[in-house]
Nanobody, 123 residues
Framework: HVDLVESGGGSVQVGDSLRLTCTIR????????MAWFRQAPGKEREFLAA????????YYADSLQGRFTISRDKPKLVLYLQMNDLKPDDTAVYTC????????????????WGKGTPVTVSS
């Protein structure tokens, strides 16, 4: 289990940008990949993006239409999610996870989860 803490959420307007941060609170990190998910009120958890920790290969959900970018800072043990052109449908709690697969569409293979950071997009 890896201790993950998200930050950077908040209330924004349509069209704004936000960068979410997931801090790995460990001295070392050995999981293969990390990912971002979100869960909107009344909806199921949705996979957004994943990145391999060492090689920085990325995988995105088709629904993002290129608006979100996942990245990581290996020395700082930090994962990011840059979100641009935010829409009301992006309102959700955003959670990071760490695990063994680059393709955790349903969360399978993710061993550690943060508690999430809320994002609200108003029109």
């Amino acid at each position: 289990h890896v201790d993950l803490v998200e930050s950077g959420g908040g209330s924004v307007q349509v069209g704004d940008s936000l960068r979410l941060t997931c801090t790995i609170r460990e001295h070392t990190f050995s999981e293969y990949a990390m990912a971002w998910f979100r869960q909107a009120p009344g909806k199921e958890r949705e996979f957004l993006a994943a990145i391999s920790w060492l090689g920085a290969m990325t995988y995105y959900a088709d629904s993002l239409q290129g608006r979100f970018t996942i990245s990581r800072d290996k020395p700082k043990l930090v994962l990011y999610l840059q979100m641009n052109d935010l829409k009301p449908d992006d309102t959700a709690v955003y959670t990071c996870a760490a695990g063994t697969t680059l393709y955790p569409d349903d969360g399978y293979g993710m061993n550690s989860w943060g508690k999430g950071t809320p994002v609200t997009v108003s029109s």
